[in-house]
Nanobody, 125 residues
């Protein structure tokens, strides 16, 4: 059973930055694709970014490319999302997710079998 705990959300003005963190409990963390999703009020949960288990490959949703950066530290069993140039439309609850070991797909919610509780990010205009 993988447990994920996000932190780092908050209120920021447009153009500002936030760094989200996700700490995992799994001994197999280093073999799992990790992802970030977000859910705005009244909308579905959408893919934001993902990183391969080695950290060598990253994937981004088009609207965050060039602004967000996902990274991981396998020794600390943690994944991060650096968010720069934030926009009001980035406002959402952000969720960290872990795939099954050695799972290569990353876009769909069904590609992940463990989720954090979410952290609120609010960007004011």
């Amino acid at each position: 059973q993988v447990q994920l705990v996000e932190s780092g959300g908050g209120l920021v003005q447009a153009g500002g930055s936030l760094r989200l963190s996700c700490a995992a409990s799994a001994r197999t963390f280093s073999s799992r694709t990790m992802g970030w999703f977000r859910q705005a009020p009244g909308k579905e949960r959408d893919f934001v970014a993902a990183i391969s288990w080695s950290g060598g490959t990253t994937y981004y949703e088009d609207s965050v490319k060039g602004r967000f950066a996902i990274s991981r530290d396998n020794a600390k069993k943690s994944v991060y999302l650096q968010m720069n140039s934030l926009k009001p439309e980035d406002t959402a609850v952000y969720y960290c997710a872990a795939s099954a070991p050695y799972w290569r797909n990353y876009v769909r919610q069904s590609d992940y079998n463990a989720w954090g509780q979410g952290t609120q990010v609010t960007v004011s205009s």
